[in-house]
Structure formats: structure tokens, C-alpha cells
């Protein structure tokens, strides 16, 4: 992709990061007559689906459902390849939506936002690139994706392994050779789980190291079939419809019953179907899963007696059989023959749970007295996910305030899309949005339409500034809280809490009443003149009025 360069120095909108939602954000603020500017530090677009190219990188969200629903004529004209898309589909179909809608022009490619600063007095976000730019802009929309920071451990003597270290939130464009070698692979959550049963098919020798046992469901994913696509495209409007006012931001529809009020013979039928239809879907059979210990402790077991019948060498399944959190409360993840590769006689597996990595040689990895040789070392291990990727950026509302120091106790925002203090500033499923406890897609589209709608009110109204009211801010974040805490998400060390990252303070960061719930909340405070927001006229249109 070549590199442009901005000529213009003075943008109504700079949008940071061209994945789905930064496309989507461009194609709405051009078509709205907004002159615009997209900065993306990749040399393509698709975020997420641009950087994760690890081997099995599929998408746990059924195609149809993952993929945009603003343009009737793409979604009927997009053909997908399989229910559940492999990354190379998904980032041919960005690639797609961002030519057919001629989004690639206010795009600058390779180029990194290094701060942001909004000037009180020219009301104006000031913004820096790596390329020594400085632009300034009405609004800036932070469209940085929640888990785009790979997160590798601080390792004592990483640097100096021989061998290749790859990330996997991070790969490369390349294809990478594991022929003949000995891998390691360090993180078992979603990335691993799906990138090692692929690795071992072509690696001389796989160790896997794990420090949590994960809650995994077969994807059983299949070709797409004409029959099927042509269902979806058939009743896409409703479906849709349906997914906006879900509580995932999907079609899959919510166990009625409780897994506690049918008996043990139905509840395992129950299972049993789900398990053998797959995907992620599994933690719906029932209504109180998330909610309910005993419930959820009737899954767990489920699934972990999967475990057993799958995995022959029984030391191996009661280290991949998970006990130390409830099942969903971290990612549940989704494979194709993750648990069967610890049959292969070339996968091993080593608990690191109890005694951590200590350090890396030149040679390998030390746990205790061992050392594991290896010729190349993945890490899976996750990424500094929702704020990471924010921090990185210098990012200062007024008075200089860094959002950083706003958010050293945890994220704070109103809605999840802004944070007082910083005006004219979006978040695209910033923290304190269903986001990633969501169907992406669908809370990308709703936080990008009501982003435009507020920016072509204020033009509209003659509005120079929003920004919420410090009361709907504390608000928000304690009925984020609130909502978390009455079901069992807080039990686990999962992302979600910030626990993968030492020292990041723990508070659960997605809104999870539902995506349905939070739409309604936001429509009606649009409806109410945007409730907790203040808009700020200049004060030569304010003395007009
Ligand atoms: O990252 P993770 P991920 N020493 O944080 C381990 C999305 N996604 O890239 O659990 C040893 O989940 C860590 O151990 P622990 C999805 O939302 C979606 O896999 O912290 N181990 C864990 O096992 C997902 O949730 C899809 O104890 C260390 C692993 O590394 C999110 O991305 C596919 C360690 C990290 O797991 C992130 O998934 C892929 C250390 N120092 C990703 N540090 C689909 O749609 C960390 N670990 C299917």
C-alpha cells in the first residue's frame, strides 16, 4: 500500500486506526460531508484481522453475523466461504468494504498517532504522528480496536534467545516455516488454543506451556452452503434488526430454563446438543450459567468430563481440565482439535500454574531445573486489551490532563464512548460498552452511526464542544460495576479485569447488560438532548441565540 502523506493540516474528524471500525467511521463522516483523515500504523486496513495472521486464526462469530449490516447491496453481494471465517477471508472482505466505498484515499497508511491534545483556546485536538506531522481537527475518534497491544512477558534473558520469537497478535506477512523445528508455544487462551493444533501438524516438536487451563468448545465450522447463505440473505433485514436489540449483538438465541430447575438427564442432553452443534453458542443453553455458581459448576464439570474422553494420557487432561474459574467467566474459546492434539506424539505439555517460566536462555526456556530447548518460541499470551492501546498514545484533554492519569484506578468514561475532561474525543467500544463482550461488528456500527450523528448534530446546532458531565461520568461507572458484579465475571483473572497484565488495576471493563439494554440507554439519552453531555456553543454563537 503506498504511503501517503496529508497535505491538508486541518481535518473536521481524525479517526485513529483502520479496522472495521475506522472503515465504517470514514465511509460515514465522508458521506456526510466531513473532510477526514484516517491514520492507520499497518500498510493495510483491518485491524484486528490485519495483525493476527497466526495459523487457525478464525473468527468465533458465524460469518453472516460477523460482517458489516449498514449497505443492504454488500451484505447481499459478499459471498462467504465458510460459517466461521479464517482470517484471510475476513480481511479480504475489509479489504473489499474499504474499496467498494473508496475509503483508502483518507487513509495514511504506516503512520502512528503518537499524542493527541486538545487546545482550550483554539478548541482544536492537535495530533502527532511518527512521521513528525502535526494536525489539528474539530474531533478525534479513537477507532484503536480493544485488544491491538500484544502483550509479551517480561521474560529475565529473552533477548537472548537464539531462536525465532513470534507474537501472535503480531505475525508475520510471511508464512512461517515449523518444519523440522521445536516449537514452543507459551498462552493457551483463544489465540493459542486455535494457532497449536496447526503449529503441531507441521512442527517437529510442540511444548505447549500452560499457566491457566481454558474452557474450549469445537467450532465444528463447515463450508458455507448456498442453502444457508441464501436464509440469512433472505431475512437479513429482520436478522439484523434482531441482532441490534440482542443481548450478544447476535441471532443466537438464550437458554429459557436454568440449569438447575430440569434434572441431571436433560441438562446433559442439553449440553450434549449444544456441544455437538459448537461454537461459543454452548454458554447460552441455559439462562443462569454466568449468573449462578451451582449452574455454571454443572457446565464446568461437562465440560472438563470432555476433556477426560478426549485426551488420552490422563496426567494431560487433569492439566487441561479447567478448576481455577468458573466456565465463560474468562473468553470461552473455541478450536478445531485442540484437546485431540495432545494425543500426538509430538505434543507435550508442561503446568507452569505452580512454578512460572523462570527465565530463557540462548538455547531455550527454564522452568525449575529444566531447560526445553527450542528452535522458535510463540507467545500467545494476549494483549494490555481496552487501554493499552489508548495509553500508548499521549493523549491530553484539558489542562493538560493525560488520560493516563485520569484512568490510573481504571477506565472512566460515560457510555464508554467519552471521558470528561477530553472534549470532542470518541471512543469506538471504548471501556464501559458492551464491546468485547459482544457480537464486535454490531456495537462497532451502533458507536460509529451515533458518533457521526452527535458530530453532524453539533454542526447542525451550532455546537463546538461535548463532553460528558463529570455526575452521568461517575454514574456510568458505577452501574458498570454494578452490572458486573452480580454475575460471576468478577471470580476470574481474565482481560476483561486487566488481571493478565502486572500491576493494571482490576476492575471489569465491558458494560454487559446487554446490546439491546445499551442501545436503548443511548437512544434515550440522544432523545433527551444528550442527557449527561454538555455541548458548548463558541461564545460568539452562544451571544447570538
Ligand atoms: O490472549 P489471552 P489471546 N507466562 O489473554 C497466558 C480475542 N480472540 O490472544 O490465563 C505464561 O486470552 C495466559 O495465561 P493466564 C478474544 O477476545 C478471539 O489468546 O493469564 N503464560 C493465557 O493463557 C480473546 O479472549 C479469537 O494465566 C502467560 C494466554 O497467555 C482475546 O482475543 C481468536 C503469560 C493469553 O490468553 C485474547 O486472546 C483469538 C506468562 N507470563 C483471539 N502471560 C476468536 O474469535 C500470559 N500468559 C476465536
Redesign the pocket.
Known amino acids: 500500500m503506498p504511503h501517503q502523506t496529508t497535505v491538508a493540516s486541518h481535518f473536521d474528524v481524525i479517526i485513529v486506526g483502520a479496522g472495521f471500525s475506522g472503515i465504517y467511521l470514514v465511509h460515514r463522516c465522508v458521506t456526510a460531508g466531513m473532510s477526514v483523515r484516517c491514520y492507520e500504523r499497518g500498510d493495510g486496513v483491518g485491524g484486528?484481522w490485519y495483525w493476527?495472521r497466526y495459523p487457525g486464526?478464525?473468527?468465533?462469530?458465524e460469518s453472516m453475523e460477523y460482517s458489516y449490516g449498514f449497505d443492504e447491496a454488500l451484505q447481499q453481494e459478499w459471498e462467504w466461504p465458510e460459517k466461521y471465517s479464517a482470517q484471510p477471508d475476513i480481511l479480504r472482505y475489509a479489504n473489499h468494504v474499504a474499496d467498494r466505498f473508496d475509503v483508502k484515499r483518507h487513509i495514511e497508511f504506516e503512520t502512528e498517532v503518537k499524542s493527541a491534545h486538545f487546545d482550550p483556546v483554539s478548541r482544536l485536538w492537535s495530533v502527532q504522528t511518527d512521521h513528525a506531522q502535526t494536525i489539528t481537527a474539530k474531533f478525534v475518534v479513537m477507532a484503536t480496536g480493544?485488544?491491538s497491544t500484544a502483550?509479551v512477558?517480561?521474560?529475565e534473558g529473552l533477548s537472548q534467545f537464539k531462536g525465532e520469537t513470534y507474537h501472535?497478535?503480531a505475525w508475520p506477512h510471511e508464512k512461517v516455516d515449523f518444519n523440522g523445528k521445536r516449537v514452543a508455544v507459551?498462552?493457551?487462551?483463544?489465540?493459542?488454543?486455535?494457532a497449536i493444533p496447526e503449529i503441531a501438524k507441521e512442527a517437529d516438536h510442540l511444548t505447549v506451556?500452560?499457566?491457566?487451563a481454558?474452557f474450549s468448545i469445537p467450532t465444528r465450522n463447515a463450508p458455507m452452503t448456498a442453502e444457508y447463505s441464501r436464509s440469512w440473505k433472505e431475512g437479513y433485514a429482520n436478522k439484523r434488526e434482531l441482532m441490534r436489540n440482542s443481548h450478544q449483538g447476535n441471532t443466537r438465541p438464550r437458554g429459557e430454563k436454568s440449569a438447575l430447575e430440569v434434572n441431571a438427564e436433560e441438562r446433559r442432553a442439553t449440553l450434549e446438543a449444544q456441544w455437538k452443534n459448537g461454537g461459543s453458542g454452548f454458554l447460552a443453553a441455559f439462562n443462569d450459567i454466568l449468573t449462578s455458581q451451582p449452574a455454571n459448576d454443572t457446565m464446568s464439570e461437562f465440560v472438563r468430563n470432555k476433556i477426560f474422553e478426549i485426551v488420552k494420557d490422563k496426567r494431560a487432561a487433569e492439566i487441561l481440565a479447567p478448576k481455577s474459574h468458573p466456565i465463560g467467566t474468562?473468553?470461552i474459546?473455541?478450536d478445531s482439535g485442540y484437546y485431540e492434539t495432545f494425543n500426538r506424539d509430538n505434543v507435550d505439555l508442561i503446568d507452569?500454574?505452580q512454578e512460572?517460566?523462570e527465565r530463557m536462555t540462548e538455547s531455550g526456556i527454564c522452568v525449575g531445573d529444566n531447560l526445553y530447548e527450542f528452535d522458535t518460541v510463540v507467545?500467545?499470551?494476549?494483549?494490555d486489551?481496552m487501554t493499552g492501546t489508548l495509553f500508548n498514545i499521549d493523549i491530553r484533554g484539558r489542562n493538560g490532563l493525560a488520560l493516563k492519569e485520569k484512568w490510573v484506578a481504571g477506565p472512566r468514561t460515560y457510555l464508554g464512548l467519552m471521558s470528561e475532561g477530553f472534549p470532542n474525543l470518541f471512543m469506538i467500544t471504548g471501556p464501559g460498552s458492551p464491546s468485547?463482550k459482544s457480537n464486535m461488528l454490531t456495537s462497532i456500527e451502533q458507536h460509529v452511526e451515533l458518533v457521526v450523528h452527535t458530530m453532524v448534530h453539533m454542526r447542525a446546532e451550532n455546537f463546538e464542544l461535548i463532553e460528558p458531565e463529570i455526575s452521568a461520568e461517575d454514574k456510568w461507572v458505577d452501574h458498570v460495576q454494578e452490572v458486573a458484579h452480580k454475575t460471576l465475571f468478577p471470580q476470574a483473572?481474565?482481560?476483561y479485569m486487566g488481571?493478565?497484565i502486572p500491576g493494571k488495576p482490576r476492575l471489569f471493563m465491558p458494560y454487559i447488560a446487554g446490546v439491546g439494554t445499551y442501545r436503548r440507554i443511548c437512544e434515550e439519552v440522544v432523545a433527551d438532548g444528550y442527557r449527561g453531555f454538555r455541548l458548548e456553543r463558541l461564545p460568539s454563537a452562544a451571544a447570538a441565540e
Do not use: L, Y
Open positions: 484486528t493476527n486464526a478464525r473468527c468465533d462469530v480493544c485488544i502483550q512477558p517480561e521474560i501472535t497478535g507459551i498462552g493457551t487462551g483463544s489465540s493459542g488454543i486455535q506451556f500452560q499457566r491457566t481454558n474468562k473468553r474459546c473455541v507452569i500454574s512460572p517460566i507467545f500467545a499470551t494476549g494483549f486489551a468485547v483473572n481474565s482481560w488481571a493478565n
